[in-house]
Nanobody, 120 residues
Framework: QVQLVESGGGLVQAGGSLRLSCAAS????????MGWYRQAPGKERELVAA???????KYPDSVKGRFTISRDNAKNTVYLQMNSLKPEDTAVYYC??????????????WGQGTQVTVAS
């Protein structure tokens, strides 16, 4: 089995910064793409940032220039640096990983979510 454990959420004032971390552990042979999604109350889950195994990142326009995704392959960890936060960034943030397990199967895993609240 594989577990994703997130940390770093919290309450911050508008214009502030937070850094989220997500560490994957368990039966991991390798990890393909990793990403962060968020879901605000009454809204669908949306992609915030994604990064491939060769470090190519992509962002939606809503966070481009403010958020930066990075990963440490040796630690199976992905990070999300969030700057210039806005109240509309308030949501539960979820980590996602496409994991190749030792059985060579490809599996999609999610973290438990971490709350980010941006006060105006």
């Amino acid at each position: 089995q594989v577990q994703l454990v997130e940390s770093g959420g919290g309450l911050v004032q508008a214009g502030g910064s937070l850094r989220l971390s997500c560490a994957a552990s368990g039966s991991i042979f390798s990890i393909n793409a990793m990403g962060w999604y968020r879901q605000a109350p009454g809204k669908e889950r949306e992609l915030v940032a994604a990064i491939s195994s060769d470090m190519i990142a992509k962002y939606p326009d809503s966070v481009k220039g403010r958020f930066t995704i990075s990963r440490d392959n040796a630690k199976n960890t992905v990070y999300l640096q969030m700057n210039s936060l806005k109240p509309e960034d308030t949501a539960v943030y979820y980590c996602n990983a496409e994991v190749v397990r030792y059985d060579r199967g490809l599996y999609d895993y999610w973290g438990q979510g971490t709350q980010v609240t941006v006060a105006s």
